[in-house]
């Protein structure tokens, strides 16, 4: 059982930066896959990075290139550090964990965070 607590959103103008944190409980952190999740109001939940247990990464192409996932398996804790922000960007976001090949997909997860209100004003 590994249980995830996300955490770093906030209220912040178009331009900023953020850093998300996700804390795992649990001693087989390294061996999962990490992902970062976003819900807008209305819309479904969708897919923004990951970090594969061997360190690779993933982005969507909507935060690719201002988005950096990051992990650090000694403190069983995964980053995403979030610059240029848009309104766009605004969403409750989730870290999730798992070990299935469907990184991008919220079913190749067992684990969620609560989430973490990020709101982006323009």
């Known amino acids: 059982q590994v249980q995830l607590v996300d955490s770093g959103g906030g209220l912040v103008q178009a331009g900023d930066s953020l850093r998300l944190s996700c804390a795992a409980s649990?001693?087989?952190?390294?061996?999962?896959?990490m992902g970062w999740f976003r819900q807008a109001p209305g819309k479904e939940r969708e897919f923004v990075s990951a970090?594969?247990?061997?360190?690779?990464?993933t982005y969507s192409t909507d935060v690719k290139g201002r988005f950096t996932i990051s992990r650090d398996n000694t403190k069983n804790t995964m980053y995403l550090q979030m610059n240029s922000l848009k309104p766009e960007d605004t969403a409750v976001y989730y870290c999730?964990?798992?070990?299935?090949?469907?990184?991008?997909?919220?079913?190749?997860?067992?684990?969620w965070g609560q989430g973490t209100q990020v709101t982006v004003s323009s």
């Open positions: 649990g001693r087989t952190f390294s061996s999962y896959t």
């Open positions: 970090i594969l247990w061997s360190g690779g990464s």
């Open positions: 999730a964990g798992g070990r299935s090949p469907f990184y991008d997909l919220p079913k190749g997860y067992n684990y």
